[in-house]
RNA sequence: GCCUCGGUAGUUCAGUUGGUAGAGCAAGGGACUGAAAAUCCCUGUGUCGGUGGUUCGAGUCCGCCCCGAGGCA
């Protein structure tokens, strides 16, 4: 079985065409792995890859669900899973390639994520409980029921506290129990570009005034005519809060893209911070040849 | 020219009745097991515009100068 190609890393290094290069060498396909991407109609503002930079290379797991629904790694996985084993089968070498780290690790490496799904009336219940009696009040919750989770989380990572009083809630079992550490999968070689920190805040700065020229306002009004509300998950994404923010004229169009510009370079710096972390990961220099490089790799 | 208000960390500003400074944001570092482009944690010395003076001691009071905003001529 061919290993798999994992191109990741901070967004704006050129993932994406990197990726359909490899593609084109290794007559294969490529799976993305974005948490953004998966979303049909979001396209500028995601930096989705088009129909002409795609090059007739097969992408997977884009435009692959409505702007109006929530999703998660469990989902992707399941989805991501069968998609990545046919092309096993076909004696090829998967591409996957995108920013999200918690993605690519759900394909990677065996994780005992439960089968415990969301529920979001209970979501909703408990985020109203902390704004009412604090967070404090949630943390001791998850005390009294699951003492090793509490212990690893802080009392205002409020999410990570829901997930967890939500698995006792549904399954009546620790998540401390769930856990199985993170044996490997599958074999892969994995790559990430590494700019330093100024050269890649610049690009990120010229690609968000790219990508409000190439009209990412018009996007954005065209999902709220779709009915597609800020609050939704997929809105969530970088940037189209902002936007909306300005066609409501609550900002004006500079601080509007300087807000974008800074939320975009906060994030490719928590993305940095993951991947400095992913298990045998090689960073290169930028001018790297690519094809060579990963040939030596494998 | 006169009057008023400002000039404090990269930035926006706090600084009680004088005891050599502190918040948000930025920046840097970190976490991350069904919201992950999300969520959360840690890190704050800077000629307190300059210069004289009063004082045991001044960002804090007084004089002069420089810069910015506004007002009156």
């Not at 084109?24 to 799976?31: E, G, L, N, R, S």
């Not at 005519?225 to 169009?253: R, T």
Request: charged share 25%; hydrophobic share 40%; net charge positive.
């Amino acid at each position: 079985m061919k290993k798999t190609i994992v191109i990741c890393g901070a967004t704006a290094t050129g993932k994406t065409e990197h990726a359909v290069v490899l593609g084109k060498y290794f007559d294969t396909a490529v799976i993305s792995a974005d948490s953004q991407l998966i979303y049909k109609g979001l396209n500028i503002g995601t930096a989705k890859p088009t129909l002409a930079e795609m090059e007739n290379i097969q992408h997977y797991m884009i435009d692959i669900i409505e702007p109006n629904l929530s999703f998660s790694v469990a989902e992707y996985t399941t989805m991501a899973e069968p998609i990545i084993a046919n092309i096993e089968a076909q004696e090829k070498p998967p591409i996957l390639c995108g920013g999200t780290g918690f993605y690519i690790q759900s394909l990677l490496f065996k994780r005992s994520l439960g089968t415990v799904g969301r529920d979001n009336q209970f979501r909703k219940y408990y985020q109203e409980l902390a704004k009412l009696k604090g967070n404090t009040y949630l943390f001791e919750e998850l005390k009294k029921v699951d003492i090793q989770t509490a212990e690893k989380l802080h009392v205002n990572d409020v999410n990570r506290v829901i997930r967890a009083l939500e698995i006792y809630a549904l399954t009546g079992k620790k998540k401390s129990e769930q856990v199985e550490g993170f044996s490997p999968k599958r074999e892969y070689i994995a790559i990430a570009f590494d700019y330093d920190r100024d050269t890649l805040y610049t690009k990120i700065n010229q690609r968000v005034r790219n990508m409000l020229k190439l009209g990412w306002i018009d996007e954005v009004q065209q999902l709220l005519k779709q009915g597609v509300m800020p609050d939704m998950q997929s809105m969530q994404a970088i940037g189209y809060k902002e936007v909306i923010s300005y066609l409501s004229n609550c900002i004006g169009y500079n601080e509007m893209l300087e807000l974008i510009q800074r939320k975009t370079r906060n994030y490719a710096k928590r993305q940095i911070t993951f991947f400095k972390k992913f298990p045998n990961l090689t960073w290169i220099s930028p001018n790297t040849n690519i094809v060579k490089k990963v040939k030596e790799l494998l």
